[in-house]
């Protein structure tokens, strides 16, 4: 029995199903992770895995980035919590407003979650509001208001509406189909009760789907019309697209935006951001209220301020970089596919793609839900026995580091060759 085997017999009786998030559990057991460096993670057998779950997108910059581990342990050095103000928090929040022209203030806390819960709340505190729109299959964090109709784990797992969740609080979450901008007009257009429109502005929690052409200038300008808050969800997007997230690529400025992953290099820091009239109303100066006992600790924010810089320092190279061994990456993958006469679609931008096994294109939830995730499982469980780690659902996105190299890509092509032929058997 594998090392990982017994630690998860273990982690069962003490930990539910094991894991810490539901994502993490696949079949037959996960790997139990030992260390990790650069573009890789080891296990506790001692097995190396290329990463491309790389933290769900959070580790853009690799594992273990130096630049990151040298400011950490600078901090660890000076105190780990103060909760009270600091320096460093002003200059992070600097940072932050500087790479994203439309944020004029921001308030640190630590997950994605908490961002869109605190977006959520503010667009409701500001219009006087109930209602809030989201679109399918876009994942905002597991909290009531938008636990509905979720992708990533809640797709997965087959869970719409959380059980325990208030339905009291999720008939006030309106659903639109994703890439769908003229049905978001008739909501609005019907319902005057509408606080605020959250979105990805590329759906990375349904396998990838990306924004039609002018679906977001569409949406912006039908909120703007109707006076409702944009939400541009950018915990996954945020420093991944652009140095500036998804609005920076797609010139759109939204109202309040919510950034975490790619922020932290793998620690825990997060941000909800916007307009200064908006975000004036958090407490104590305004009556929204959001507070957290760890929001703004130092270490996170050192590993944030050292983060932006360094995307900051190397933008030139690192996007390009990425997007050139996605797009090697990617047609690699489609070709195998394709000589192998399996049907499929690869959906890629920047550093991130997904492989659905369906002839049909994949533009939205029903879409993505419709390709053979079966097909998927097997191809995921083979590419692990191969050494290369993704996320073990179709509803997750492969996502690249700067720390892969042309050899890694190699590898992994060939790993992909050897799990597609056994997705055609
Ligand atoms: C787009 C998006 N928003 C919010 C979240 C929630 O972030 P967290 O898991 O840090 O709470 C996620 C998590 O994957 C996400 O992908």
Redesign the pocket.
Known sequence: MSKSQKLFNESKKVIPSGVN?P?RYFEPYPFFAKKSNGAYIWDEDNQRYIDFCNG??ALLLGHRRKEVLSAVSKQLTQGTMFCTPTQSEIELSKLIVSNFPSIQKVRLV???????MTAIRLARGFTKKKKIIKFEG?????HDS?LVKA??GSAHNGISVSDGGLDEVSKNTLVVQYNNSEELERIISKNKDIAGVIV?PIL??MGLILPEKNFLSEIRKITKDNDVPLIF?????GFRISPGGAQQHFRIKPDIT?L??ALGSGF?V?AVGGKKEIMDLLSPGGKVYQASTYAGNPTSVSAAIASIKTINKIKNKLYSKLEKYNIMLTHAIDDIATDLKIPHQINFTSSMFQIFFTDKPVVDYISSMNADAKKFKKMFSILLKNGVFIAPSQFEVVFLSDAHTKTDLENTINAYDVALKSVKN
């Open positions: 998030s994502v769900y997108g630590n997950t994605g979650g908490e961002a869109t876009c994942y905002h964090g597991a938008v992708g990533s990805e990375a929690n969800d950018e915990v996954v997007t919510t975490a992953k825990a997060a």
